[in-house]
Each structure stands twice: as structure tokens, then as C-alpha cells.
């Protein structure tokens, strides 16, 4: 009796080359839709100050985290892509991120 085909079979077949997607390029720092709001949710009551939308790589977004503790001479940290400072330093990052080349945008209250 001959074995029944299964997933194997099908391992030779690829792709079209038509369907397969270029890597894009990094999309410019002053394109990038970056947003700073003040948030208390999921922290205990306490004010953080959360950044998101940086298209950069883990490396880049401590460079740039390290950059903002500095100018805002607070506390941070980079969970889930999302930059949060302690403390309401919308202003400061702000401020900051226009310095490092993005255009930001408050979001929120």
C-alpha cells in the first residue's frame, strides 16, 4: 500500500516571485506618526508619559530612551515598543523628539 500524501508533499512549492513583498526601507523620522500622551491606566494611579509609534529597532528606541531620561532627568523604560518616562513630561519629550529629527504629536488630554 502506498503512504498518503500529508503536508510533505507540498514542501517543494514556493512562492511566486510576483507575490513575494521588496523589504521596505525604514520609513524617515520626520514621516514616522510618533504620539506623546500622559497616561495614570495600568500604573497604579501614577503618571507616565508614553511614546509611541517609533518604526526603529530595539537598539535605536534605547539610544533614544537613554536621549529622553536625560533631557527629562527622570526614570523610563521600553515595554511592548512603547516608550514610557516617568512623570508628566509631555512637554520635555516633545520637545526632544523635535530635537532628534521627528515630528510629534500630543495625543490625549
Known sequence: ???KG???EFG???RPASL???PSAPTPRAQ???RVQRTKAGKGGKVVTAISGIEAGESERKALLKQLKAAAGTGGT???GVI???GDQVAVAL???ETAGYRPRQAGG
Open 78 to 80: 521600553v515595554k511592548d
Open 12 to 14: 517543494s512549492l514556493s
Open 1 to 3: 500500500m502506498g503512504s
Open 6 to 8: 500529508g503536508w510533505q
Open 95 to 97: 520637545e526632544a523628539l
Open 84 to 86: 514610557e518616562l516617568q
Open 20 to 22: 513575494e513583498r521588496p
Open 32 to 34: 514616522q506618526r510618533v
